[in-house]
């Protein structure tokens, strides 16, 4: 949300949602310094967390990584890398994320595997960006490494799936997350999933960057579940109850249902 207006806050608030996590993720241009990362860190830990609660009352909670993107930016990247912890330690941090492929290179692996043992060792929850190029061998090698790591796959959420992906995810015991976004997938394919695959440790989110994107995407998407005859409860597993679940395994995640 840091992207975005006090009011998409109070949109959101109206649209039911009391209480959002938002992942450190690309900021529309690469970074070249370490520094801007951790000006960026800082400010959705303290101003984006008292900013959610000041306009609209809401929760706000935050998970940190270095993504894939600029993983690709190796000197700076180590420096990242040894400030994480530090990070993690803070009050509305509830998790690494996100982490992953971009463009499935060595220098994005090698973040990929030391941010997962990170997490490992701290026993947090984990958001994993699968690539936006060749995103079904992306998803594939992302699951190779999960494996091979041993890491604890309940632990983890492999988001920005699509029709093209969920059988590689499935395979693991890995959460499954969809993000429902111009380019990823729309609403109604997801929903179409859900219906072959079951709701089963699934996850709907949404994007608010800036290029186009609705923070309100995913009460929208309840609503249209609602609309086709889903049984409510099942709607309320996929937009409230999965989501709970998986962040509910971090010690600073503190919001009362």
Known sequence: MVSRAADDYKRARRAG?????????????????????FDYFEQIIDHETDRAERTANVDHYVTIGLEPKEANYRDMAEEVLERIPEYLDRDPVVGVGEIGFDQVTDDEEWALREQLAIAEDRDLPVIVHTPHTDKPAGTERIVEIIEEMGVTQDRIIIDHNTENTIDISARTDCWIGFTLYPGKIEASVAIDLLEEYGTDNMIFNSAADWDPSDPLAVPKARDEMIDRGWDREE??????????????????FEYEA
Do not use: L, M, T
Not at 23 to 31: E, I, N, R, T, Y
Not at 235 to 252: A, G, I, L, T
């Open 17 to 37: 949602i009391e209480c959002c996590i938002e992942p450190a993720f690309w900021s529309g241009q690469d970074k070249h310094h370490a520094g801007a990362f």
């Open 235 to 252: 709607v309320r597993k996929v937009v409230f109850e999965n989501p709970y679940e998986f962040f509910e395994q971090s010690p600073n």
